[in-house]
């Protein structure tokens, strides 16, 4: 037997076995995936210009009436807790990202990769996040602060809302991601939720 054909069976042998191994280690999603995820999607973008554009009741109508925010400066419960949170800490911005006259800096929002699980009308999401202003020499663009988004969703009344988010800030002692990988850990609270479903009567 040629080396050639050897290779191919060899091949055959790897793709039947090791494929669908792999494909067992990946969830399954459900014909309406694809149109939850964009508005999920949506939904974080519109934070993110709302919360960039200082837009307040753009900001807190992407957030459950009871949602929940935790960042740095702790946990913050209902939605106008979390205007008023987010409205002060808006204003001091000022004093850690600004221009070289001393003018508050423009600060722009980016999400990176993301991974969104959707079990029913609840969701769950892990998303990297980068932050930009122009506070660099002669004003410059400097990138900043980078972290990770750890989120819950649900569905109310038709439509996708931010349960609680929990911002992680990599760079603060205490506020980092891992060292698990967030996306398993995001994976078995999914699992843990669609089994507890399962089991009721």
Same mark, same amino acid.
């Given at each position: 037997?040629s080396?050639?054909?050897?290779?191919a069976?060899? *091949?055959?042998?790897?793709?039947?076995?090791?494929?669908p191994?792999?494909?067992? #280690?990946?969830?399954?999603?459900?014909? $309406?995936?694809?149109?939850d995820?964009?508005?999920?999607?949506?939904? !974080? *973008?519109?934070?993110?210009?709302?919360?960039?554009?200082?837009d307040?009741?753009?900001y807190?109508?992407?957030?459950?009436? #009871? *949602?929940?925010?935790?960042?740095?400066?702790? =946990?913050?419960?209902?939605?106008?807790?979390?205007?008023?949170?987010?409205?002060?800490?808006?204003?001091? =911005?000022?004093?850690?990202?600004?221009?070289? #006259?001393?003018?508050?800096?423009?600060?722009?929002?980016?999400v990176?990769?993301?991974v969104?699980? =959707?079990?029913g009308?609840?969701?769950?999401?892990?998303?990297?996040?980068?932050?930009?202003a $122009?506070?660099?020499?002669?004003?410059? !663009?400097?990138?900043?602060?980078?972290?990770?988004y750890?989120d819950?969703?649900?569905? =109310?009344?038709?439509?996708?809302?931010?349960?609680?988010r $929990?911002?992680?800030?990599?760079?603060?002692?205490g506020? $980092?991601?891992g060292?698990?990988?967030?996306?398993?850990? !995001?994976? *078995?609270?999914?699992?843990?939720?669609?089994?507890?479903v399962?089991?009721?009567?």
């Amino acid at each position: 037997m040629s080396l050639k054909s050897l290779l191919a069976g060899a *091949a055959l042998i790897l793709a039947t076995t090791v494929a669908p191994v792999a494909a067992r #280690d990946q969830p399954t999603y459900g014909s $309406n995936y694809a149109n939850d995820r964009a508005e999920i999607e949506d939904l !974080m *973008a519109r934070y993110l210009f709302a919360i960039d554009y200082s837009d307040w009741d753009a900001y807190v109508s992407v957030f459950a009436e #009871d *949602a929940e925010l935790e960042y740095a400066t702790g =946990i913050t419960r209902g939605r106008e807790a979390i205007r008023e949170s987010v409205v002060s800490f808006s204003g001091n =911005i000022g004093r850690y990202y600004h221009t070289e #006259d001393g003018q508050p800096a423009k600060l722009r929002h980016v999400v990176l990769q993301d991974v969104i699980r =959707i079990e029913g009308d609840c969701a769950w999401g892990r998303t990297l996040w980068v932050e930009m202003a $122009n506070n660099g020499p002669g004003d410059s !663009m400097k990138m900043g602060t980078y972290g990770v988004y750890e989120d819950e969703f649900r569905r =109310i009344d038709g439509r996708w809302l931010i349960q609680r988010r $929990n911002v992680l800030n990599e760079f603060l002692d205490g506020r $980092n991601s891992g060292p698990d990988n967030p996306v398993s850990e !995001m994976d *078995a609270a999914a699992e843990a939720y669609a089994a507890s479903v399962a089991a009721l009567p």
